[in-house]
């Protein structure tokens, strides 16, 4: 017998998910890296601050949209334009959504070692008692977690 969920039960399995899809993503950027396929580990930094963001829609109740130039106007109008969210944040996701573009279908640009190193580490810091980590995932899931419309219960992701 298949259960039925409630609307609020989907939401949170579908934010969940958004989260584990955003930490695979940063696994894969971190992968792609390690073997030299920069334009695939630019690629997978995007994704992952998609999925990430689209987690964050979620929390304000509002339907996500998967075209990604939504998602950007979405960004930039309720995070940007308002202040909620720091400005280096917002654009640090412009950045990774116009460099996937170019990595993903550019026949001109391809990203180089230290372009892409630069880049991750916008994204990602390393501390002694961590491998590496998203920056941009731990930033955003703080600015979920103290957002009035969240209903996050403790201070772990999942």
């Not at 509002?62 to 995070?79: A, D, P």
Request: net charge positive; proline share 3%.
């Amino acid at each position: 017998m298949m259960r039925t969920y409630a609307p609020s039960e989907i939401k949170s399995l579908t934010n969940q998910e958004k989260h584990r899809k955003g930490r695979t993503e940063i696994q894969t950027a971190e992968l792609s890296f390690g073997s030299e396929l920069y334009d695939s580990c630019v690629s997978a930094l995007y994704y992952s601050a998609f999925q990430y963001v689209t987690a964050l829609i979620l929390t304000k109740g509002e339907n996500v949209s998967s075209k990604h130039t939504y998602v950007r106007g979405w960004v930039n109008k309720n995070l940007g334009a308002t202040g909620t969210m720091p400005l280096e944040l917002v654009k640090l996701y412009n950045r990774l959504m116009d460099h996937r573009s170019e990595a993903d279908y550019s026949v001109t640009v391809s990203f180089s070692k230290d372009k892409v190193s630069d880049l991750m580490e916008q994204v990602r810091t390393s501390g002694p008692d961590t491998a590496a980590r998203a920056r941009f995932r731990n930033r955003f899931l703080d600015y979920i977690k103290t957002s009035p419309s969240c209903n996050c219960r403790s201070g772990k992701s999942r």
